[in-house]
């Protein structure tokens, strides 16, 4: 039987989290501490721990099938390559940030200056379109540091939190772009290998949606049912059971993650009681 190839990085938030996603999937790895291949339960697949860095050349070359990689790498370094599923973890951004005590405007403050970074093509396009120019070194790790040394006037780097620019004396400036974990394809897949990556897929696309919604339960005097369905969303309608206590029912629904206070606060408004929020394992509509 064919397995199709997964790279995922090899340590790290992005690591963690590309995990955690293929255990919801149902899909356990084999892999002992510094192991940079292994094998998979459940699922017929082969897990590449790699340099996020190198992904996208594995991808292009056919080594790997697919990947697990921060849309910031593809960006940079594999706009060829094509994007299966977004993943909706392992957020940032990509920013220019400059010393604190540095008279910031606009990107124009940034003609002619010296900007230490790992992201050369992502920068020199974004300073390309403001038709702004200046002097890029690369640089593969440590970037914050390069204007505390005298290397640089700016950096671009990735920011999550911005503790690590606050702690190196620096302030965000501009956003060049956000990024987000992605499920990224090889040019090169075999068409047995597409067949599993769409098998792979629908796992990744119920765990998300789950990830993304709670169940909720709720009792209400049934001369309010009508004005309290019509606030639920519902997969294609809210399910209402009748409760021993004449005159009151149970309507179980789904509602999204980031709808839930709002709508929380319309039920209430329309008699709602006991309302009970649960988590969702696996969502498949």
Known sequence: MSKIKIAI???????EDSVKILKDCGISIDNGKDQL?????????????????????????GVVDIA??????????GKDISIAERLNFSKCKVSLAVPKDFQYNSIE??????IATSYPNTVN?????KGVKAELHQISGS?????????????????????????NNLKEVEVMLTSEAVLAVSPKISDENKRLL?????????VLKARNSKYVLLNAPNNKIEDIVKILPGMRSPTVLPLAEKGWSSIHTVVEKNKFWE???????????????????????
Do not use: H, W
Not at 109 to 114: E, I, V
Not at 198 to 206: G, H, N, S, T, W
Not at 263 to 285: N, Q, S, T, Y
């Open 68 to 77: 697990i990689i921060g849309e910031n790498v593809l960006i940079e370094k």
């Open 125 to 129: 396009e974004y300073l390309g379109k």
């Open 109 to 114: 403050d940034l003609d002619g200056k010296k």
């Open 198 to 206: 769409e098998k792979l897929q629908f796992r990744i696309q119920a």
């Open 37 to 61: 291949k292994a094998q998979t339960r459940n699922f017929p697949m082969e897990v590449m721990f790699l340099r996020n860095g190198d992904i996208p050349q594995y991808l292009r070359d």
């Open 263 to 285: 709508i929380l606060d319309e039920l209430k408004a329309e008699g709602a009681e006991g309302i009970l929020v649960c988590p969702i394992e696996k969502m498949v509509l």
């Open 9 to 15: 990085q090899k340590s790290g938030r992005l690591n």
């Open 143 to 167: 970037v914050e540091i390069a204007p505390n040394i005298g290397l640089a006037d700016a950096i671009c780097d990735i920011v999550s939190s911005g503790s690590t620019l606050f702690k």
